[in-house]
C-alpha cells in the first residue's frame, strides 16, 4: 500500500510539472498581453515601462522558472487585477463563498440524491422511480443558469419569501445552495440507482436473503457498501468542482465567489492569478484521484493494488 | 392665534429635525466591471475601481443636455494665441481628510499621469493636446517641461501645442489627486477604503473587491456644486448584467435594471412609466484595410456604404437598442450634421453599380472575406453579434459576396485591428469627451486605424484648433464628406441602453432630456447628484 501511496505520489509531481509547463506557453501563446484591450493603444514607451514593472520582459523560459520558483516557495505573485494584495490572498478571500456555496450543495445534494436512489432502486418501476428518475434527468439536462432563474423566479419574484440575490446574510445562501445542490443530487440519484440495481441482483444478495436477513440489513450493510464504488470515483472529482465555484451559479446570484477569476484572469491576461488556479486545480485533481484510489482499496479488498494474493 | 403659530412652527421644525434622520436613502444600482485594481481615475481608467470617479470633483462636467458645467473650476479663459487657458477654481474645496484642494492637485495628478505608465495618457495628448505631453510620456523630456502650472492654490495654466478651443470639455476627465497621501503611500492609496480620500460628491465606505461592488455616502466635506441628495449609493457590477439586474428589480433589490433585448417587452408592459432610453454617444461602423485588396478599391468601399438598410438592422433584428447611424457623430452631439447623416441611405442599385464598377458585377470573382468583431459585454454585446449577421446576410442578398464572421477576444481584435491581420471590421467607438475633435480624431493621422488621408487629415487638424465654433463644425463637415466620398467607413448604428427605473426614484435625473434620453449609463456626475428616492 505504501509502495502503492509513493509510485503514485512521484506521477503526481510529475503531472504537476508537466501541466504547468503546458499551461504557462499555452497562457502567452494567446497574442496580446494585459496591456492590450483597451480602444486606444497605450503607447510603447507606456506598454515597456509596465511590462518591466511585472517582469514580462524577461524571455519566457526565464519568467516559467521565476514563477515556478515563486511556486515552490508558495509565492504565486501578485494579480495584475489587484495588486494591493497576493494571489495566494485573493485566493483565500474569494475562496470561501465559493466553498461554503460548493461544500455545502454537495453536502445537501448528495446525500438527498443518494436516498433518492436507493427508494428509486427498491421500488423499481414505482411511480418513485420513475419520479427520482425524472428528477435526475431533469437536474442534469436543465442548465444550471435556468434553475437558478425560475428559482429567483418563485421565491424571489412571486412569493417573495427570500432575495434574489447576493451574499452575506444566510437567508441569501438558500437559493444559490439550491440551485447547486441540484446537481450533485441529480448526478448521485442516477448512479446510486443503477449501482444498487446492479448489486441487487447479483447472487450474494438472494443467499443474504435466504439466509433470512432483514431487507433493511441486507441494503445498509451489503448492498449500498457493495454499490459505494461508483459513487467513490464520482465524489471527489465533484468535490473539487465545488472549490472551484460555479461560474453560472456565482454570477445568477451575485456571489463574490472564485468562479468569476476563471474567465477574468484568462480575458485580462493576468497571468499570474491565470497561473495559480489552473495550478491549484491540477493540484487537487491528482490528490482527489490519489485519495479516490485508496478509498476505494479500502471499501473494497477485491481491487486493492497487488490484490491477487 | 400665537400659540397655533408656535405649535405650526415646533411641528415644522420636529419635522425637520426627525425626517433626514428616518429617512435614509439607499439606492441600489447596477455597476458595470466585476473588476478594478486602484479607486483612482488618474491612475488607471480602463481598469478602475467601480465609481472611482465619482470620488474626485473634475474641473468641468456635463449635465443633463450634454452642457458642459463649471465643477471645481469657477471660470476659464483662453490667451489671445489660443494656446493658453487658464482655470479659475472654486475657493473653499477640500479633501474629505480636511486638507485644502488646491491647483497641485490637479497639475500632480497630470504630471504623475504622463510619468506613471497611465494607461489613458493618449487621451492627455489626442484630446488634450498639452504641450510636451508626448514626449514626456515616452521619456525624451523631464515632466518639468509639461505644459500645466499651478500659478496659486486656485489658478491652473495649461499651455496646448495647438490651440484648442474645446479644451474646457476634455478636462471633464481632468480629476484631482492627492499629492499629500500619495507622497506618503505612494499609488497604494487608492487600494483600500482607508487610505482612499475623496473631494468629490460622495464618500467612499465600503469595497468588496471580489466583484468590485462598492458603497458610497453622501461627502458632508464637499462644498461644490451638485451635491449629492441621497445618503447612500450602493452599486454592485453584479446586477450590470440585465440577466442578474432585472430579477433583482422585480424582487425589490434593486431600484433599477438595464435591460436585454428579450427583457424590454415584457418591462415595458409591466412599467410603462418606468422604461428609460439611454444616450451613450457611441457609433458602430466598418471599417477596413485600406492598403489591401479589395478593399483598397474605393468603389468596393463605397458599395458597402450603399448595401446596410439601417433602419430595418435597428427595428426588426436590434429591436430598437440602436438607432440608425449615418454619421460618425450621433444625434444631439456637438457638431452633428443632418445632412451628412441623410447621405447613408440603402440603396441596393447603386452598392451593385459600384460593385460592377470595382470589377465584380453581382460579386462575381469577390473573394470570401471574413468580418472581425470584439467578443465584449454591455450594450455592445447586445448590438454587434446580432448586427454582423443581418450584414452577412444583407451583403449576400444586395453584394453577391460571401462574408463570414470572427468574434475575437477584444485584445486580439485590436492586435489584428492595429496591425491590419484582417482587411474588413465591425469597430465600436464611444465618446470620450463631448465635442467633434473626439470622433474624428480615430482616423486623424493614423489613429485608430492607420487611416492616412492627408486632405482629411488637414481638414481635422485645421478644425480642432479654430475658434469659430460655426467654421469648426463645418470643416469637420467637410472632412467626413472626405470620408463618404472615400468610403472609409460605413456607419451603421448608435447604441442606446435601455433601462428600467422604480417608481419611488425621483429628482432631474430620472426625467429625460429634451433629446428623449436619461443618463443613468453615463454622466455620473450629473446623474447620481441629481436622483432622489422617496
Known sequence: MLSFILRRLVSVAATFIIVSLIIFFMMHSIPGGPFDANDMPVSEAVRAKLMANLGLDQPLYVQYFRYMWGVLHFDFGVPYQSPGETVTQLLSRAWVPSLVLGGLGVLIGAPLGILLGMAAALNRNSWIDYLASTLATLGLTIPVFVTSMLLILVFAVWLNWLPASGWGKPERWILPITAYALIPLATYARYTRSAMLDTLNRPFVTVLRAKGLTERRIVFQHVLRNSAIPLVTVFLPMFIGTATGSIFVEAMFRVPGLGAYFVSSIETRDYPLEMALMLMITFMYCIAYLLSDIVYALINPRIRVGGGQ | ?534
Open chain 2, 1 to 534: 392665534m400665537k400659540a397655533f403659530n408656535t405649535f405650526v412652527g415646533a411641528l415644522a421644525v420636529a419635522t425637520a429635525l426627525t425626517i433626514p434622520a428616518l429617512a435614509q436613502t439607499t439606492i441600489v444600482a447596477p455597476g458595470s466591471s466585476t473588476t478594478g485594481t486602484y479607486m483612482d481615475y488618474m491612475k488607471t481608467v480602463y481598469d478602475r475601481a467601480t465609481f472611482a470617479e465619482l470620488l474626485q470633483v473634475p474641473i468641468a462636467t456635463f449635465d443633463k443636455e450634454f452642457e458642459l458645467t463649471p465643477m471645481a473650476a469657477e471660470s476659464w479663459s483662453q490667451s489671445a494665441d489660443g494656446l493658453t487657458w487658464t482655470f479659475k477654481l472654486r475657493p473653499g474645496l477640500v479633501w474629505s481628510d480636511g486638507e485644502p484642494l488646491t491647483a497641485t492637485d490637479y497639475v500632480f495628478a497630470l504630471q504623475r499621469a504622463a510619468t506613471g505608465g497611465y494607461d489613458f495618457a493618449w487621451y492627455w495628448d489626442f484630446a488634450g493636446g498639452i504641450k510636451g505631453w508626448k514626449e514626456v510620456t515616452e521619456g525624451t523630456a523631464d515632466v518639468s517641461t509639461l505644459g500645466l502650472k499651478a500659478v496659486d492654490d486656485l489658478t491652473i495654466e495649461v499651455t496646448t501645442v495647438a490651440p484648442k478651443p474645446y479644451l474646457p470639455s476634455v478636462t471633464s476627465l481632468w480629476y484631482p489627486v492627492p499629492k499629500h497621501v500619495v507622497d506618503k503611500l505612494g499609488d497604494d492609496w487608492a487600494l483600500n477604503v482607508d487610505t482612499v480620500v475623496t473631494s468629490g460628491p460622495f464618500d467612499l465606505e465600503s469595497w468588496e473587491k471580489s466583484n468590485n461592488a462598492v458603497v458610497l455616502t453622501k461627502s458632508d466635506t464637499y462644498t461644490g456644486p451638485w451635491q449629492a441628495q441621497i445618503d447612500r449609493l450602493e452599486v454592485d457590477p453584479s446586477l450590470g448584467a440585465p440577466e442578474v439586474g432585472l430579477p433583482a428589480f422585480l424582487a425589490g433589490d434593486a431600484d433599477y435594471s438595464f435591460l436585454n433585448t428579450g427583457q424590454v417587452p415584457v418591462a415595458t408592459q409591466r412599467y410603462p412609466d418606468g422604461i428609460r432610453k439611454n444616450a451613450v454617444f457611441a457609433t458602430s461602423y466598418i471599417s477596413y484595410d485600406l492598403d489591401s485588396a479589395p478593399f483598397n478599391d474605393v468603389n468596393v468601399r463605397r458599395a458597402f456604404y450603399y448595401a446596410v438598410n439601417r433602419a430595418e438592422l435597428t427595428s426588426t433584428v436590434l429591436k430598437d437598442i440602436a438607432i440608425p447611424a449615418g454619421s460618425i457623430l450621433p444625434p444631439g452631439y456637438p457638431g452633428y450634421n443632418p445632412d451628412i447623416a441623410a447621405e447613408a441611405v440603402f440603396d441596393p442599385e447603386k452598392a451593385k453599380q459600384f460593385m460592377a464598377d470595382a470589377g465584380f458585377p453581382n460579386g462575381e470573382g469577390f473573394p470570401e472575406i471574413e468580418i472581425w468583431y470584439r467578443e465584449e459585454g454591455g450594450y455592445n454585446g447586445a448590438i454587434v453579434p446580432p448586427m454582423a449577421q443581418y450584414l452577412q446576410a444583407q451583403f449576400k442578398d444586395v453584394l453577391g459576396i460571401t462574408m463570414n464572421i470572427r468574434v475575437l477576444p477584444g485584445a486580439d481584435w485590436m492586435d489584428g485591428l492595429r496591425n491590419k491581420k484582417n482587411n474588413i471590421f465591425i469597430a465600436p467607438y464611444e465618446y470620450d469627451y463631448l465635442d467633434p475633435s473626439n470622433f474624428y480624431g480615430i482616423f486623424f493621422n493614423g489613429g485608430r486605424h492607420g487611416y492616412h488621408i492627408a486632405e482629411y487629415d488637414a481638414l481635422v487638424a485645421k478644425a480642432d484648433s479654430e475658434s469659430d465654433w460655426d467654421t469648426r463644425y463645418k470643416l469637420y463637415a467637410e472632412a467626413e464628406q472626405i470620408m463618404i466620398d472615400q468610403g472609409l467607413i460605413v456607419p451603421l448604428v448608435h447604441p442606446i441602453t435601455i433601462a428600467v427605473i422604480s417608481d419611488t426614484l425621483g429628482g432631474d435625473a430620472s426625467t429625460p432630456n429634451k433629446l428623449g434620453f436619461t443618463s443613468l449609463d453615463r454622466l455620473g456626475h450629473y446623474f447620481f447628484t441629481h436622483l432622489t428616492k422617496q
